[in-house]
């Protein structure tokens, strides 16, 4: 039996999605805990990895199981069984064919950069407090500025990282819209929202490359502070150089918000 | 100059309050971070110690230093400087006969527990998670029974604990509301609010012993099982005893709300 679940995480004290021997991570946890509900050793495919640190609203996983379990039932035992920064939101049977990475179509991401002074120490952990002053009209035409189908090798990590991930058979996947190959996305929204003491960039696309979003989040960060003007976006992702874009925010402001098939 | 600082903090990572040597408080960590500040070593003083795990949305810390500085910039500087897990809210000078601990006259402590099936991952570290059936109406009437003065030794926690904690030379301070000798405390307000997926208990009184909210929540839990009465509640007060009272509820759901001088 096939199974697709929607999983919400704090990614703060795990070193990313992929399973490693020796960290905790998303992957490998929720593996260990089908592990202890159903007796059977199986390695769930997520959507895309995400970064340590980085969160999850509605990360997709799925994988198959020999055990005919109800849907309730496996949902319930791996929250029981889940650590409580891991929940899985929905359980669901799937055709046997869906694969939550090669299937993925669209994904959107959400970045929250907290606005006021004193950042409280719940929202610590989950926003990039950042009180300088910002000019959110021009990060707005900045951030609509990436809408359409670019290279945006420009915001792409110049990944020694991926030198240093464990191999992945299916990282080539031309269906897989992260890691096929070329640096080539649409984008097919990409806005800033204030709400309350937030301000929310949200961005939807066929595939982010590695860093992507914080990449983009911290060159408009540069733009509202006045450092580059709007219309430098076009520029930076002309110019096909890493250098050419602002530093990468960091990874606790960034949620993976939902996944499309 | 005497300081008097409002704190807000995540307990979840701090052996609480009090300062040890080999673990990071509360206490520790602001001290540290004044000595950075300032070069000055102190020992702030809290309005009571909070536990491992427990939160603050204004303790009250106290102390004396020997350089002028500008409030603003005190305040600054530490928020700079402490984990953002501690968050100074206020700093304001007072006279020279404040003390955070001996002034208290009035605190209020905020229980929260979280009623859906399933507790996001970024509320797990806030609240205690219970999705047992409860009802509320009962509880409520429960909660109602301890205000005025009582004699609170069932709901204190038998304290092996105490005689771990390091000596403190003000810890029969019979000024101190908290500390002082007996278990007769008087409750000005005790009540239980919905606040959309949060059960909410708020307890205000002119001091608190070791665990006695906790231990008044897990109590008053048992009552909305069903488990006892809410009148069992004056029964309980009367037989002097932990053991006639009910579990200790979780440290994560617990914040000190205010401390009134």
């Known amino acids: 039996m096939n199974w697709k679940l929607a999983l919400a995480y704090d990614g703060t004290d795990f070193h990313g999605w992929?399973?490693?021997?020796?960290?905790?991570?998303?992957?490998?946890e929720l593996a260990a805990a089908i592990e202890?509900?159903?007796?059977?050793?199986v390695l769930p495919?997520?959507?895309?990895r995400t970064d340590a640190g980085v969160h999850a609203l509605a990360q997709i996983a799925?994988?198959?199981?020999?055990?005919?379990?109800?849907?309730?039932?496996l949902q319930r035992a791996l929250n029981r069984t889940l650590p409580a920064a891991i929940r899985v939101l929905s359980a669901e049977h799937v055709s046997p064919d869906f694969h939550a990475r090669h299937c993925a179509r669209v994904k959107t991401y959400e970045y929250r950069i907290f606005r006021a002074e004193i950042c409280p120490p719940w929202l610590a952990r989950y926003v990039y407090a950042l009180n300088w002053p910002l000019n959110i009209d021009s990060m707005q035409q900045a951030a609509a500025l990436i809408i359409g189908e670019h290279d945006f090798t420009s915001f792409a990590a110049t990944d020694p990282d991926l030198s240093t991930r464990a191999p992945d058979p299916d990282a080539s996947d031309p269906l897989d819209p992260d890691s096929r190959a070329g640096s080539i996305r649409t984008i097919y929204a990409?806005?800033?929202?204030?709400?309350?003491?937030?301000?929310v960039y949200r961005v939807r696309g066929n595939g982010f490359l590695h860093h992507m979003v914080r990449n983009l989040v911290g060159t408009f960060i540069d733009v509202g502070r006045g450092h580059i003007a709007p219309q430098d976006i076009?520029?930076?992702?002309?110019q096909r150089s890493r250098?050419?874009?602002?530093?990468?925010?960091?990874a606790r402001g960034l949620f993976?918000?939902?996944?499309?098939y």
């Open 18 to 28: 992929q399973i490693q021997p020796s960290h905790p991570t998303i992957q490998g």
């Open 36 to 41: 202890r509900v159903t007796g059977e050793r």
């Open 45 to 48: 495919q997520g959507s895309g």
């Open 62 to 73: 799925s994988f198959d199981l020999n055990a005919p379990i109800p849907l309730e039932n």
């Open 190 to 199: 990409s806005s800033i929202v204030k709400e309350g003491e937030l301000l």
């Open 234 to 238: 076009t520029d930076i992702l002309a």
């Open 243 to 250: 250098s050419a874009a602002g530093a990468t925010a960091p």
């Open 256 to 260: 993976l918000y939902s996944v499309e």
